[in-house]
Structure formats: structure tokens, C-alpha cells
């Protein structure tokens, strides 16, 4: 049975999907670092603090409260 084909929309690369394809491309540098420039490029820098309910929030929540 012919093994079908795996496309990482991040990375916009093809590759043949077995297991340890997979996660060997997942792991790798290149598309760590294209999956991160993606994500940031959806953050929006004006829209950080235009949370409406962010005014009530426990200061020691927010800094003991890891986003990332």
C-alpha cells in the first residue's frame, strides 16, 4: 500500500507521511522557527490591552501566569 503524501502548511513543504517523518519534520529547526513567525504574524501589537475585562485581573495572577 502506497504511503500518501504529508504538506506542512507552515514550512509550505511536501514530504512522504510515515510516523517518523512526521515528527522529524515537526521537530525540526526550519519548521519551528516558520511556525513561530506565523503565529506572530497574527499578534497584533495594538490590540493587547483592548481586552475589556483585563482591567480586574489580580495583579499576582498576571505575573505568576506564564502566556507562552
Given at each position: 500500500?502506497?504511503?500518501?503524501?504529508?504538506?506542512?502548511?507552515?514550512?509550505?513543504?511536501?514530504?512522504?507521511?510515515?510516523?517518523?517523518?512526521?515528527?522529524?519534520?515537526?521537530?525540526?529547526?526550519?519548521?519551528?522557527?516558520?511556525?513561530?513567525?506565523?503565529?506572530?504574524s497574527l499578534s497584533d501589537p495594538n490590540q493587547a490591552f483592548a481586552d475589556?475585562?483585563?482591567?480586574?485581573?489580580?495583579?499576582?495572577?498576571?505575573?505568576?501566569?506564564?502566556?507562552?
Amino acid at each position: 500500500m502506497p504511503l500518501g503524501k504529508y504538506y506542512c502548511d507552515y514550512c509550505d513543504k511536501e514530504f512522504q507521511d510515515t510516523p517518523a517523518a512526521r515528527k522529524r519534520h515537526l521537530q525540526g529547526l526550519q519548521h519551528l522557527r516558520a511556525r513561530a513567525q506565523w503565529y506572530h504574524s497574527l499578534s497584533d501589537p495594538n490590540q493587547a490591552f483592548a481586552d475589556p475585562f483585563a482591567k480586574g485581573v489580580c495583579n499576582h495572577f498576571v505575573k505568576t501566569v506564564n502566556f507562552l
